[in-house]
Every structure is written in structure tokens, then in C-alpha cells.
T-cell receptor, first 114, second 115 residues
């Protein structure tokens, strides 16, 4: 299994509070992604990173920011959580030496915003 | 990325082959077909991918029609552990640069394998 760790795995928070989800990899892969999964919507890309300090928006980036200060960590921040951000968040990684579309996913972080 | 159409659900008997279809009639020449599956609430798992030719690995076979407008994922001997949501994705993720690895997941097909 790819070395991907997401933390926290479960979190309950209140509307308006900041939340940071962490994705840590031990594979030294260049590319990292944050997806969210909601019933009826499948997985949707929030943000991705193609290198240290290099990030870009996905299809549902509003309300989220990311940072990648080192290869192994990709942080997803909700500056002021809303109930619509209640979801399961998946981090994924891929390496430039392998299959371009072969992503390795973490176990997910379940976030509930009350 | 081109969009795909998959049946919402399928059933299969354990030990039989599961054939999961996918339509991607607007696929472009540089787009690959990828298949992933997601078991219960785990993270999605890569299965196989292809461009034009049929592909086979230890998990499955991928059959792509000559016009590339549709494909079929084949699980040759389905087991109960193959019960999952299967996603067919068409993407130019191989294009490199900032598009590398970007995949758009649809609703997928819920495959239920029965004893």
C-alpha cells in the first residue's frame, strides 16, 4: 500500500471555525490531490499540487485553500467551515515516473460541520 | 475531459465474469480510459487503463472498441470482495505538466456480487 496518511480521520466542528486536514506521504511523489466525496456527486477535485509551493484549483475550490511547503505534506484548510463542507475528504498522490492516471488514495477524513 | 456513461448498478454471481460497460463517445485522441473501484468507504483503487489496445493485468481486462467510443471492464472470476463502485474515467491525465494525474470521477456502477 502507498504510504499515505490522512489526519484527522474524523472531525466534528462548528460552523465558522477553521479546520485543517493534513495529508502526509512517504513515497516522495511529486503530485498530490485533495478530493471531496458527497452522495450524488461522486469524487470532486478541490485542489492539487504539482510540486512544492506549486498548487492549483480544481472544480470545487471555493472556500478551501491549500499549502505544500515540503514534498511529503499537503494541507487543506477551511478558513471558516460551513455545513456544506460536511463531506469525506480524500487525499491522493501520483508520481511522474509511473502511470499518469494512477492515483493512490488515502483512507479519507470524515468532516462534519454542525 | 470527456464524459462517460455507466449503468448505475449491476449484479453478478460469484465465480462468473463481471462485464462492466462504459460509453465515452466524445473521447479525444490523447485521452486514456481509466478504471477505478471503491470498496465501501475506502479510498478509490486504480484497476487498469488503456488507450487503444486491450489490456490485461492481475486484476482485470479492459476491452476498448476500435472507434474508442466505449469500453468494457472484465473481472474474469468475480468474488464477493469485488462488490464495489466501479468508475470509468476518460482523461488526458498523461498530458503532463499541471494536468498530470487530474481525474474527474462520475457516479460509477455499483457492482454487487452474489453468492
Amino acid at each position: 500500500d502507498a504510504g499515505i496518511t490522512q489526519s484527522p480521520r474524523h472531525k466534528v466542528t462548528e460552523t465558522g471555525t477553521p479546520v485543517t486536514l493534513r495529508c502526509h506521504q512517504t513515497e516522495n511523489h511529486r503530485y498530490m490531490y485533495w478530493y471531496r466525496q458527497d452522495p450524488g456527486h461522486g469524487l470532486r477535485l478541490i485542489h492539487y499540487s504539482y510540486g512544492v509551493k506549486d498548487t492549483d484549483k480544481g472544480e470545487v475550490s471555493d472556500g478551501y485553500s491549500v499549502s505544500r511547503s515540503k514534498t511529503e505534506d499537503f494541507l487543506l484548510t477551511l478558513e471558516s467551515a460551513t455545513s456544506s463542507q460536511t463531506s469525506v475528504y480524500f487525499c491522493a498522490i501520483s508520481g511522474s515516473g509511473g502511470v499518469a492516471g494512477e492515483l493512490f488514495f488515502g483512507e479519507g477524513s470524515r468532516l462534519t460541520v454542525l | 475531459d470527456a464524459k462517460t456513461t455507466q449503468p448505475p448498478s449491476m449484479d453478478c454471481a460469484e465465480g462468473r465474469a463481471a462485464n462492466l460497460p462504459c460509453n465515452h463517445s466524445t473521447i479525444s485522441g490523447n485521452e486514456y480510459v481509466y478504471w477505478y473501484r471503491q470498496i465501501h468507504s475506502q479510498g478509490p483503487q486504480y484497476i487498469i487503463h488503456g488507450l487503444k489496445n486491450n489490456e490485461t493485468n492481475e486484476m482485470a481486462s479492459l476491452i476498448i472498441t476500435e472507434d474508442r467510443k466505449s469500453s468494457t471492464l472484465i473481472l474474469p472470476h468475480a468474488t464477493l470482495r469485488d462488490t464495489a463502485v466501479y468508475y470509468c474515467i476518460v482523461s488526458a491525465a498523461n498530458a503532463g505538466g499541471t494536468s498530470y494525474g487530474k481525474l474527474t470521477f462520475g457516479q460509477g456502477t455499483i457492482l454487487t456480487v452474489h453468492p
